[in-house]
């Protein structure tokens, strides 16, 4: 099997059905109902990015307690390994959690527990904390300061949630304290914003990589600058078609990216509501967008170069990448 990083993942956007209403049932919940493939059915056709939310923040509600965290991280992080997953950095949404009246140290204890879990077992997994950007900088820079004292269990900071109307330099000192501790800098932009979302994360933010970035391409000075500097994109093809950002699969941009030169990576970003996991955005590229073995290992290579990782780590997983180009299996 490929192996891969997978950087791009919203641990509240792995929380399948079952689960769901295993949580709801523990926690007193109430749910619109309690069959789980109903659930799901419901998740097959969001207008965009602002319907998905509605429906991610509404079920997040089912997440109370640590052991709650700590099973939702572990069903993840046993999926991603059986996946081929040798490296995870997961983001988490802490201020939804917040407003739903769970404190921090239960959320980073729960999926902290799991995340050691998981080393303990041989994969590779930190927390990246995402500030939602539709509640604004002040409560970003509140965030940033409420989750310093639980320092060690997250390498870096990032921005999610609705893009439009929320330009990356609202998020300048939030970014600047981030930087001042040593933190990783990432961001969504280019999923429905433009690429001038793209530069501002990158000059104002200063981020290290872009999420998503496919709006980037509608400018070629950005695209130029990305592929040069080598500013990987964690591109999510599946998503990108459940929420409309891409009309089909095959019309995705991914094979331009690689044409061009960027260092593009595949991940699944809420693999519970947009259709599976990391294999199956690969299986889609593969199938539906007629990426080769040879496509492959770049995008497995490009994921490993763009992780937070050690050297040592860096140079044994891409030591795998070329093993699996010598024989290549799904
Ligand atoms: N985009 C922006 N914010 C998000 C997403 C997404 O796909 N998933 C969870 N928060
Ligand atoms: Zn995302």
């Not at 641990?11 to 749910?31: F, H, K, P, Q, Y």
């Not at 069903?75 to 040798?86: I, M, P, S």
Request: hydrophobic share 45%.
């Amino acid at each position: 099997m490929l192996p891969l990083a997978e950087l791009h993942l919203h641990i509240e956007g792995t929380l399948e059905s079952d689960l769901l209403v295993e949580l709801a049932r523990r926690n007193g919940v109430l749910l619109p109902t309690y069959d789980p493939a109903e659930l799901t059915a419901r998740y097959g056709n969001f207008a965009d990015l602002q319907a998905f939310l509605d429906v991610y923040y509404a079920n997040l509600a089912v997440l109370a307690t640590e052991e709650d965290f700590h099973d939702l991280a572990a069903a993840y992080l046993a999926r991603a390994a059986a996946a081929g997953v040798r490296r995870a950095e997961i983001f988490c949404d802490p201020q939804t959690h917040l407003r739903n009246g769970v404190p921090l140290e239960v959320v980073f204890g729960g999926l902290g527990a799991a995340l050691a879990e998981a080393r303990a077992s041989g994969m590779s997994a930190d927390l990246i904390v995402c500030f939602l950007r539709d509640l604004g900088a002040d409560a970003a820079e509140e965030l940033l300061r409420g989750a310093l004292p639980f320092r060690e269990h997250f390498i870096g900071v990032g921005l999610d949630s609705a893009e439009l109307g929320w330009p990356p330099r609202l998020f300048r000192t939030a970014y600047e304290i981030a930087a001042a501790e040593g933190l990783h800098r990432v961001a969504h932009a280019g999923e429905e914003g433009g690429p001038e979302f793209v530069r501002e994360a990158l000059d104002v933010l200063g981020v290290e990589r872009i999420d998503h970035g496919n709006r980037a391409l509608e400018d070629p000075d950005l695209v130029a600058r990305l592929r040069d500097e080598r500013v990987p994109l964690t591109v999510c093809p599946l998503s990108n078609v459940a929420l409309k950002g891409v009309a089909r699969i095959e019309d995705h941009p991914l094979p331009r990216m690689l044409e061009l030169g960027l260092v593009a990576t595949v991940n699944s970003d809420d693999p519970a509501y947009f259709g599976g996991g990391i294999d199956a955005n690969v299986a889609a590229v593969r199938t539906k967008l007629g990426l080769t073995d040879d496509d492959l290992s770049v995008l497995a290579r490009n994921s490993f170069e763009a992780a937070f990782v050690h050297d040592a780590d860096r140079t044994r997983w891409l030591a795998e990448v070329d093993a699996w180009s010598g024989s290549p299996s799904p």
